[in-house]
């Protein structure tokens, strides 16, 4: 699903190598914020290796097209710790400017009508517990909702791969379990879907049932045990 | 030394023109993605701020100087001749002071409010945000800015035009007792194509160049809010620049 074949970033990866397979959950722990936000734009293909290859479904991502990207970027999920929302949309604009674009771009708009998209993000909204008022702008809301909120418009996409960047950092403990749920049942929900917790802290690594547990230092990534 | 910081400067200010048609041909490439729900509320949610909002102080700006224009005609050459009287005010606004002066409304309102948004989103990493979710910030974004600034430039030109032959008819007719039909063919009669013409390419020219450099300083701040204002600084002083230079061409080619 994901491979780095000798990944070489100056200030970050030398010759480093790690595999995400399908269906599995994976951690990656670095050493610090500036790692993790450096390692999490090579992930997302913000930032070009040095060296070496990405491969992002079975596509080398640096010999593709601008829109052979944007194809790819579609089928992965970022959670950002911030929340990555747009500040001039309100909330439900926000929630469904990924899969309007990507709908009505696709001409899927015939299969998935307004009612369908509407209960959808009702759904998932409620499995995370947002209950607040959806038709306000993002900017006064704590990180945290607006973290809650790129969650659920990550998880409207339905993306084969899900990358969450310090999900649970900051979160009270009622809030953190039941987003711990929610990341556990969506990620069993359709056959294949990877799931990758980037952090640069390690104390919620015992809360993730991860089948791999990575911490990357001076530049490679090694397993923990 | 001095020929090398000219050149150095001209290099520069070449690789910017080159900028500014390249972010303009690809908003033209993408005009087919307008029909794309989000794009296509981003262009009218522009259109509205830039073009209806702005309807109601074009209108009045428009009507007060057609006022100013015609009192001072009036004061140059007299009341006796409405047919010169109604041509030099469809020369002076059709031809020049509509194009430039909605051209520098826009700049004052639509200029400074699109480089400091895009400049903002940038800043906080909402265009990479953007970018994360496969959306190409220049279909989301810059393309129908580009296309509902000039859109909204044409037709604040066409309002203010119209108000100010109002405020002229207004003034005339009402206050100063020249007879309507005489003043009117006196500026129907000066009303040609080629008055449209130049006003429809100045305005859309204008439009294109404004939006051009809005986009372009927006997407330029780097990662600190301190750059916003600098952007929001260039991005005014080089739309008025650019109106200017091409207000001179057109004027130019169409007229001499």
Redesign the interface.
Known sequence: MMKFECATLKGLLECASFNILEGNLYVVVTETDFEKNLLLKVL?V?TRLDSGKVFIFDRDVSSIS??EL?????R?G?V?N?G?????LKVW?NL???L???A??NQE?TTLSNKNLEDKMINILSRIGYSDDLSVLPGPLPTYKKRLIGLA?AML?EPDLMIYESVFAGLSPDVRDRVLEAVNVFHREKKGRASLFLDSRESFIDDVKAESVYMLKKGRFYERS | MKVRVIGEGALATIEYLYELFSLLFTAFRNLHFLKISPVCTVFFRQLYFGGVETFGKIVVIGLLIGIVIITQIANLIGLGSAVLTGKILIWVVVRELGPLLAAIIIIARSVTAISAELGAMNVEGEIESIEIMGIDPARYLIMPRVFALTLSAIALTFYFEFAAILGGITVTSFFWGVPFEEYTKGMLSSLSITELFASLVKSLLFGLAIAAVSCSQGLKVSKSITRIPQAITKATIQSLFLVFIFDGIITFIIFV
């Open positions: 997302t913000l601008y829109s944007n194809g790819i970027r579609k992965m970022v950002l911030n990555g929302l747009v500040s001039n604009e469904m400017l990924p309007s674009y990507h009505s771009r708009s418009r996409m």
